[in-house]
């Protein structure tokens, strides 16, 4: 890759974070993963490492490649820690007012010619633009969990987003050996809007008793080749993420479709969120 990509800054210290951090450093760029606190970072440096391990003794890392892959993440919990990387991607909670405030922080400290880039499934990226002083360098750069595994990245081009920005974003996704496809900026950009309505129907087919969880998890297996169940993948997702998602979708589109099911929300509301907390639909 060009002189543009080879320090990349990630914000966030969850499962998003730490994936996109190893695919990063699996590149042969070094990855600065900003954690809030140093126990967050230290526990983000420890998934990276045990899923680096479980790897190496499945045979499909060697040990030397593992070493050199962790040498090149490195952690920090002040946000001037990234003053010198080409691109910042931040991955934290799925809150407009957060990320705009990050968006404002990261734009006094990060290099001019640096892009800044968001990894939301569904916010507008316009919105964490114009709260900087560089729309034309902000951008989507939306991974898809687990980020390690999944090949897609969808590259979001909002409004205010120059040619030369998403140019080098498109160079960036391809570099780290990700396919990436352009979309523009809108709610649920291409797979959650089209993934989305399928999963809060599935909810509905089950509270009509249509059918059980498990049946309709096996049916859609065997039926459509998925690879997973639509339950078993809200599960994955997280089921408060799945909530948010839907409900951006729903305020954007006013399509009943993505109205959030009332066994999502109780399920949310229980605190059942899926694999993360041991329960959600499934309990694990």
């Known amino acids: 890759m060009t002189s543009d990509g080879n320090r990349i800054g990630v914000v966030g210290s969850g499962l998003m974070a730490v994936g996109i951090a190893e695919v990063v450093a699996r590149s042969g760029m070094h990855a600065v993963l900003r954690a809030r606190s140093d126990e967050s970072a230290s526990v983000a440096r420890s998934q990276l490492e045990k899923g680096l391990a479980r790897q190496v003794e499945k045979g499909k890392l060697e040990a030397v490649e593992r070493d050199a892959i962790v040498s090149r993440v490195s952690t920090c919990t002040d946000l001037s820690a990234l003053a010198d990387c080409d691109i910042v991607i931040e991955t934290v909670v799925e809150d407009l007012a957060t990320k705009q405030q990050l968006f404002r922080e990261l734009d006094a400290i990060v290099a001019a010619s640096a892009i800044l880039a968001t990894n939301t499934s569904t916010l507008p990226v316009v919105e964490m633009a114009r709260v900087t002083n560089r729309p034309d360098q902000v951008c989507g750069i939306h991974f898809f969990n687990p980020a390690q595994v999944l090949p897609l990245v969808e590259v979001v081009r909002p409004i205010t987003a120059s040619d030369d920005t998403i140019a080098r974003a498109a160079r960036f996704v391809s570099a780290?050996?990700?396919?990436?496809?352009?979309?523009?900026?809108?709610?649920?950009?291409?797979?959650n809007a089209l993934l989305f309505p399928y999963l809060n129907n599935a909810i509905r087919m089950l509270e009509d008793g249509t059918a059980s969880m498990e049946d309709i998890d096996t049916a859609m297996k065997g039926g459509c080749n998925f690879p997973m169940g639509p339950f078993a993948l809200l599960d994955l997702v997280g089921l408060d993420t799945s909530l948010s998602?839907?409900?951006?979708?729903?305020?954007?589109?006013?399509?009943?479709?993505?109205?959030?099911?009332?066994?999502?929300?109780?399920?949310?509301?229980?605190?059942?969120?899926?694999?993360?907390?041991k329960a959600g639909f499934y309990v694990y």
Do not use: C, M, Q, W
């Not at 780290?176 to 797979?191: E, P």
């Not at 998602?245 to 999502?264: Q, Y």
């Open 176 to 191: 780290i050996g990700k396919d990436g496809v352009h979309v523009l900026d809108r709610a649920g950009f291409i797979v």
């Open 245 to 277: 998602i839907l409900e951006t979708l729903h305020a954007s589109f006013a399509d009943e479709n993505f109205a959030p099911r009332p066994k999502l929300r109780e399920l949310v509301a229980a605190g059942r969120l899926g694999r993360k907390t």
